[in-house]
């Protein structure tokens, strides 16, 4: 494969990964702040399945010892560990793998997955609340 096709293959698979990232912090906020707010959308069962499914294989994958399968796709694609990447894209890699132990990967993820279980308990999916009053004018 030419190399500037496996560097623009590399590119999409960085920014999907970012996508995903995106996704599973968007959620971890997004429920209880929508749950708060009365948001139907945080209890639309396929979302939350499907960014609990995101954050176990993140942190099944951490407990493996394995880097995220994304990571290596991009990194098999550039032909790692000779790294020649756009600008841009070393920020964003830079930003996004840090220099730290997998342990503390394997803790984070592990913490981060049990947040998005005991979400799931506290505001189940499908189950939407009774509407509030609106707040008295003042």
Same mark, same amino acid.
């Given at each position: 494969?030419? &190399?500037?096709?496996?560097?623009?293959?590399?590119?999409?698979?960085?920014?999907?990964?970012?996508?995903?990232?995106?996704?599973?912090?968007?959620?971890?906020?997004?429920?209880?702040l929508g749950h708060w707010r009365g948001w139907r959308f945080v209890?639309? $069962?396929?979302?939350?399945?499907?960014?609990?499914?995101?954050? &176990?294989?993140?942190?099944?994958?951490?407990?493996?010892?394995?880097?995220?399968?994304?990571?290596?796709?991009?990194?098999?694609?550039?032909?790692?560990?000779?790294?020649?990447?756009?600008?841009?894209?070393g920020w964003i890699d830079r930003l996004l793998f840090w220099p730290?132990?997998?342990?503390?990967?394997?803790?984070?993820?592990?913490?981060?997955?049990?947040?998005?279980?005991?979400?799931?308990?506290?505001?189940?999916?499908?189950?939407?609340?009774?509407?509030?009053?609106?707040?008295? $004018?003042?």
């Amino acid at each position: 494969m030419p &190399a500037h096709t496996a560097v623009a293959l590399a590119a999409l698979v960085l920014l999907f990964h970012v996508g995903v990232i995106l996704f599973n912090l968007f959620g971890m906020v997004a429920v209880p702040l929508g749950h708060w707010r009365g948001w139907r959308f945080v209890r639309v $069962r396929w979302w939350r399945a499907l960014h609990v499914a995101a954050l &176990a294989a993140v942190a099944g994958q951490a407990l493996l010892g394995r880097a995220c399968f994304l990571t290596l796709w991009q990194d098999a694609l550039l032909g790692m560990p000779a790294r020649t990447t756009p600008l841009v894209m070393g920020w964003i890699d830079r930003l996004l793998f840090w220099p730290l132990p997998m342990w503390f990967f394997a803790a984070l993820y592990v913490a981060v997955f049990l947040y998005v279980l005991l979400l799931w308990r506290l505001v189940p999916p499908g189950v939407t609340p009774a509407p509030r009053a609106p707040a008295p $004018r003042i």
